[in-house]
């Protein structure tokens, strides 16, 4: 039967409401690539074979592999041998100089350098931030956000879920899942690894098969989420794989029924007619001659969607972050401290049986309850990052009159909930009136991680620093990644810290393509302008002028005035070229500090 195609949103955010008021809990997403296709034109799996098959490193066509392996993941075993031929050849036919040195070594993975050249090409085209996507995308994004789901999986390699919609979740790459002692909230499940450590891209035949060998543990720790929670299946084709594989294993333990009323699956379609026969339902085959049906969603824009999935309520005046840490900590105490020692089993039973109480020891209001502050009674709610929204957002622009106040509250927030900003333009306000803050220990090493945290080395909070600097250094590995994790070993080069280089090389961060500790560490034995060269290289090139480093180390030409100069064109334009000029310039900066010659 025809109807409009607002009567048919007006029945599907009926569905989708209702089924979130039944289960009462938040959302669980399963994101796939075709939201990154959406937002910023990435290539899908064929075109991502293509874009490889257009380097040396591939000899023919990619329709001659396509003819005559036919089977993609084969197509990506057979490029990783053709890329590892190319990358062990040297000179001008050859594909080393491409690569760091440091995966040429008897124990890296044969596939590695198709996995980084996969991964440098999804780095190059993940955005530097959400104010080049399309105003309807930015839109959809903000929305996305809005849902605060309960978790979230994807197979997407990228970094664009984590960098700009759930900035405050934990991301769980690949097999890390399967060692988990529990499913947490508030993290990200990145099931096919992530660009930001190649060698465990699930991309090749032999990955899948491996991948396949421990998907039943995996499985088993993803299932709550499609059983417990209203799921959105988002980016994937009804007959992708992926969704076929997850549904068929929902499939396996609900024996007996076919029909899964909390399960969504939005399927894009360019155009969408005023009105017509509007499908609300799917049969998924999901294999072995079993089927599945699910709520269906035909859409060509998402934004009521993700609307209708926020009515899950906000979590107010508090992060992920922190319901994660109570979610362990209950776990660990349960698991590991209760049976060894003594419980007062009249308290506990009082607790089990009076939800309002341990609401209340939890700290946890009714739902008819007025959020509580953040921070303090005093403190206003609409500068202090109520209900974990960074304060970052509150700090756009060199304008900001109070900010030696809203880094206050900030540092009071990170004390309390452990939430850095995770706005660099927020963090360019900071530097760009650096010479006018007061700033004591706590506040700079709460500048220094944030800087960290968004790819900036943060050199100018190091030289300010009055404290313990061994222990400024160490013990980071809670907010490093494999990305950002290049921003501390910068610092540790200009200090000469090798040990700590050392150290980091043994850490799984460490293993990161965009690690370079193994090279820096070598090179801690020289002095500290020859130190920095090491990534400055002899100049450093700034709005179409070369600078010259020895220049700028004998004081000819003013560090802090070039830096100047480079804060206020990131602010009016965030541009990569300029944020390597800043890295360098901050080299600069420790090198002529007494912090260097320690």
Same mark, same amino acid.
């Given at each position: 039967?025809?109807?409009?195609?607002?009567?048919?949103?007006?029945?599907?955010?009926?569905?989708?409401?209702?089924?979130?008021?039944? #289960?009462?809990?938040?959302?669980v997403?399963?994101?796939?690539?075709?939201?990154?296709?959406?937002?910023?034109?990435?290539?899908n799996?064929? !075109?991502?074979?293509?874009?490889?098959?257009?380097?040396?490193?591939?000899?023919? *066509?990619?329709?001659?592999?396509?003819?005559?392996?036919?089977?993609? #993941?084969?197509?990506?075993?057979?490029?990783?041998?053709?890329?590892?031929d190319?990358?062990?050849?040297?000179?001008?036919n050859?594909?080393?100089?491409?690569?760091?040195?440091?995966?040429?070594?008897?124990?890296?993975?044969?596939?590695?350098?198709?996995?980084?050249?996969?991964?440098?090409?999804?780095?190059?085209?993940?955005?530097?931030?959400?104010? @080049?996507?399309?105003?309807?995308?930015?839109?959809e994004?903000?929305?996305?956000?809005?849902?605060?789901?309960?978790?979230?999986?994807?197979?997407?390699?990228?970094?664009?879920?984590?960098?700009?919609?759930?900035?405050?979740?934990?991301?769980?790459?690949?097999?890390?899942l399967?060692?988990?002692?529990f499913?947490?909230?508030?993290?990200?499940?990145?099931?096919?690894?992530?660009?930001?450590?190649?060698?465990?891209?699930?991309l090749?035949?032999?990955?899948?098969?491996?991948?396949d060998?421990?998907?039943?543990?995996?499985?088993?720790?993803?299932?709550?989420?499609?059983?417990?929670?209203?799921?959105?299946?988002?980016?994937? =084709?009804?007959?992708?794989?992926n969704?076929?594989?997850?549904? +068929?294993?929902?499939?396996?333990?609900?024996?007996?029924?076919? =029909?899964?009323?909390?399960?969504?699956?939005?399927?894009?379609?360019? +155009?969408?007619?005023?009105?017509?026969?509007?499908?609300?339902?799917?049969?998924?085959?999901?294999?072995?001659?079993?089927? #599945?049906?699910?709520?269906?969603?035909?859409?060509?824009?998402?934004?009521?969607?993700?609307?209708?999935?926020?009515?899950?309520?906000?979590?107010?005046?508090?992060?992920?972050?922190?319901? =994660?840490?109570?979610?362990?900590?209950?776990? !660990?105490?349960?698991?590991?401290?209760?049976?060894?020692?003594?419980?007062?089993?009249?308290?506990?039973?009082?607790?089990?049986?009076?939800?309002?109480?341990?609401?209340?020891?939890?700290?946890?209001?009714?739902?008819?309850?007025?959020?509580?502050? @953040?921070?303090?009674?005093?403190d206003?709610?609409?500068?202090?990052?109520?209900?974990g929204?960074?304060?970052?957002?509150?700090?756009?622009?060199?304008?900001?009159? *109070?900010?030696?106040?809203?880094? =206050?509250?900030?540092?009071?927030?990170?004390?309390?909930?452990?939430?850095?900003?995770?706005?660099?333009?927020?963090?360019?306000?900071?530097?760009?009136?650096?010479?006018?803050?007061?700033?004591?220990?706590?506040?700079?090493?709460?500048?220094?991680?944030?800087?960290?945290?968004?790819?900036?080395?943060?050199?100018?909070?190091?030289?300010?620093?009055?404290?313990?600097?061994?222990?400024?250094?160490?013990?980071?590995?809670?907010?490093?990644?494999?990305? !950002?994790?290049?921003?501390?070993?910068?610092?540790?080069?200009?200090?000469?810290?090798?040990?700590?280089?050392?150290?980091?090389?043994e850490?799984?961060?460490?293993?990161?393509?965009?690690?370079?500790?193994?090279?820096?560490?070598?090179?801690?034995?020289?002095?500290?302008?020859?130190?920095?060269?090491?990534?400055?290289?002899?100049?450093?090139?700034?709005?179409?002028?070369?600078?010259?480093?020895?220049?700028?180390?004998?004081?000819?030409?003013?560090?802090?005035?070039?830096?100047?100069?480079?804060?206020?064109?990131?602010?009016?334009?965030?541009d990569?070229?300029?944020?390597?000029?800043?890295?360098?310039?901050? #080299?600069?900066?420790?090198?002529?500090?007494?912090?260097?010659?320690?």
């Amino acid at each position: 039967m025809e109807r409009s195609y607002e009567e048919y949103k007006d029945d599907v955010i009926g569905r989708i409401e209702s089924v979130i008021d039944d #289960m009462k809990s938040q959302p669980v997403l399963f994101i796939g690539t075709g939201l990154s296709i959406r937002y910023f034109d990435a290539p899908n799996w064929e !075109n991502l074979l293509r874009k490889m098959a257009e380097m040396d490193a591939i000899p023919r *066509d990619y329709d001659y592999y396509d003819q005559t392996v036919g089977d993609e #993941m084969a197509i990506a075993g057979e490029f990783a041998d053709l890329f590892n031929d190319w990358a062990w050849t040297e000179g001008e036919n050859g594909g080393r100089d491409h690569y760091p040195e440091e995966i040429f070594t008897s124990d890296a993975p044969p596939d590695i350098y198709l996995k980084h050249s996969v991964s440098e090409l999804l780095r190059d085209l993940t955005p530097e931030s959400t104010n @080049s996507l399309e105003d309807k995308h930015e839109k959809e994004v903000e929305l996305l956000n809005v849902i605060q789901p309960h978790a979230v999986i994807t197979t997407n390699y990228d970094t664009f879920l984590e960098d700009f919609v759930f900035t405050e979740y934990e991301t769980v790459i690949g097999q890390t899942l399967v060692r988990e002692p529990f499913a947490n909230i508030g993290e990200i499940y990145k099931v096919h690894g992530c660009v930001n450590n190649p060698a465990e891209i699930v991309l090749t035949d032999s990955d899948y098969r491996r991948f396949d060998a421990t998907k039943p543990y995996l499985s088993a720790k993803l299932l709550t989420f499609f059983t417990e929670h209203p799921v959105l299946i988002v980016g994937y =084709r009804p007959n992708d794989p992926n969704v076929k594989r997850i549904l +068929s294993d929902v499939n396996s333990v609900l024996s007996g029924t076919d =029909r899964q009323a909390n399960i969504f699956l939005v399927d894009w379609e360019k +155009s969408i007619p005023d009105t017509g026969q509007f499908n609300q339902e799917r049969l998924i085959d999901v294999g072995n001659g079993d089927q #599945m049906v699910v709520n269906y969603i035909q859409a060509n824009d998402f934004d009521w969607i993700f609307e209708a999935f926020s009515g899950g309520g906000e979590i107010k005046g508090i992060n992920s972050k922190l319901l =994660r840490k109570l979610m362990r900590h209950t776990y !660990n105490i349960i698991v590991e401290e209760a049976p060894r020692r003594e419980i007062s089993v009249g308290t506990l039973e009082s607790v089990v049986d009076d939800k309002q109480e341990l609401l209340d020891i939890l700290g946890i209001a009714p739902l008819d309850a007025d959020s509580p502050p @953040s921070v303090s009674e005093t403190d206003d709610p609409s500068s202090i990052a109520e209900a974990g929204v960074p304060v970052g957002q509150l700090i756009s622009d060199n304008e900001v009159d *109070d900010l030696q106040d809203k880094l =206050r509250v900030a540092v009071e927030i990170w004390d309390q909930y452990d939430v850095l900003i995770k706005q660099r333009p927020a963090v360019y306000t900071f530097y760009n009136q650096r010479e006018d803050l007061d700033l004591d220990d706590d506040e700079i090493e709460f500048l220094f991680q944030t800087s960290l945290v968004n790819l900036i080395q943060g050199s100018e909070w190091l030289i300010r620093y009055d404290g313990d600097l061994d222990r400024l250094l160490t013990g980071l590995n809670q907010i490093l990644d494999g990305q !950002n994790i290049a921003t501390l070993e910068r610092n540790l080069l200009a200090l000469g810290r090798e040990e700590q280089l050392r150290e980091i090389i043994e850490t799984d961060e460490g293993s990161s393509s965009y690690s370079n500790a193994e090279v820096y560490a070598e090179n801690c034995e020289f002095e500290p302008e020859e130190r920095v060269k090491v990534y400055t290289g002899e100049i450093i090139r700034f709005d179409d002028h070369d600078y010259s480093v020895d220049e700028l180390m004998s004081g000819n030409i003013s560090v802090n005035n070039l830096l100047d100069e480079i804060i206020s064109s990131l602010i009016e334009n965030d541009d990569g070229d300029t944020r390597r000029a800043l890295r360098k310039i901050e #080299m600069l900066r420790v090198a002529n500090s007494p912090l260097a010659s320690e």
